[in-house]
């Protein structure tokens, strides 16, 4: 595991992330307004970084295990840690951004899937489901819920669509590291895993499929694709667990308003 | 950013977490919990995730991996 163990944070320590995820909110909402026909994926990181050096903090994700970018851009069928090139996007395309950043030592890490000019109806649906399977989650991860109850309300809502949740990869604790314990399956049964309690704090992300679950990675050793071509798409938020429910600390200021009227607290 | 995920199916485990690991030792968990981690480089270090059942490792490595160094 990397740097120091688990445990909870403190009110004054989820504070200190709900500064670095809001600036990870705006940075996110900055550069999915940049995602147009042509633009390319290295302009959108270049965007990403410079927005997050102007705000004080550090890129998080460059350098990190070697991904040699500030933020990961998946295309179509790519699901997760796509590197930005100069690959320019295309009407009609579907991108994920998942971009992740430190500020006084506390991570923030989110991400979002938005579609490049017009898309198919098939792939806003694909997107809408994604969105709305991370926004049913964060609802149910609050005192007293366990892991697997997250994974089972993201697993079950993406499967009544016809899709397929990636179980390769999951979601994670975060604080002063960015990957730190739980894992956060997108998939589960209720009741099981750790139960939450305030203080902890949990990136959910759920990873949708229009197609069967399978992904493989390519020789990049980083790009995940889904194994049968079909297209993916992907959500995330950094949640604290406090008292009085979920937090959702990388709220985007455009989803601000429609967090805070689903019992979650936002910013 | 998300993490890969291994995970078995233990004596300890009560997740329910899909069995993927083609290894067939049951505390293959408690053994790992023991190894050294390899310090080769961070894309080689184990990710261990105290959670009762549960490790993930970066991508690009697999299972295989996983069983061979604790065989």
Redesign the interface.
């Known amino acids: 595991?990397?740097g120091e163990?688990?445990r909870l944070k403190k009110p004054d320590e989820i504070a200190k992330m709900s500064h670095s995820g809001e600036i990870l909110g705006a940075c996110l909402e900055h550069v999915a307004n940049h995602v147009a026909p042509g633009v390319t994926l290295n302009a959108l990181d270049r965007e990403a970084d410079t927005f997050i050096r102007d705000h004080g903090c550090i890129p998080g994700?460059i350098g990190?295990?070697?991904?040699p970018k500030s933020i990961?851009i998946s295309v179509n069928n790519e699901v997760?840690?796509g590197i930005p090139s100069e690959r320019a996007v295309q009407e009609g395309d579907i991108v994920s951004l998942?971009c992740?950043l430190i500020l006084d030592g506390w991570w923030a890490?989110s991400g979002l899937t938005v579609p490049c000019g017009t898309v198919a109806q098939e792939m806003q649906d694909l997107i809408t489901v994604t969105q709305e399977a991370l926004y049913r989650a964060i609802e149910v991860a609050r005192p007293g819920a366990h892991?697997?109850d997250i994974g089972h309300t993201v697993q079950t809502y993406v499967e009544s669509h016809g899709y397929s949740v990636v179980?390769?990869?999951?979601?994670?604790g975060i604080g002063r590291d960015?990957?730190e314990?739980?894992?956060v399956?997108n998939?589960?049964?209720p009741g099981?895993?750790?139960e939450l309690k305030p203080g902890y704090v949990i990136a959910i992300?759920p990873?949708v499929n229009m197609g069967r679950d399978g992904v493989r990675?390519l020789d990049d050793?980083?790009t995940?694709v889904t194994q049968d071509g079909s297209w993916s798409a992907y959500a995330?938020h950094t949640v604290a667990i406090t008292e009085d429910g979920p937090h959702v600390l990388t709220v985007r200021p455009a989803e601000r308003s429609l967090l805070a009227s689903r019992k979650c607290a936002v910013g | 950013m998300t993490v890969g995920f291994s995970a078995w199916r233990t004596h300890n485990c009560s997740a329910g977490f899909i069995p993927q690991c083609p290894c067939t030792v049951r505390d293959v968990f408690l053994n790992v919990q023991q190894a050294s981690l390899p310090s080769a480089n961070e894309h080689n270090r184990w990710l261990f995730w105290g959670v009762s059942c549960c490790f993930a490792l970066p991508a690009g490595m697999g299972t295989q991996r996983i069983c061979s160094l604790t065989a």
Not at chain 1, 64 to 67: A, E, I, T, V
């Open positions: 595991m990397r163990s688990f994700f990190y295990d070697g991904f990961c997760v840690h998942d992740g890490d892991i697997g179980k390769h990869y999951v979601g994670h960015m990957h314990p739980p894992q399956p998939y589960g049964k099981t895993g750790n992300e990873m990675t050793n980083w995940v995330e």
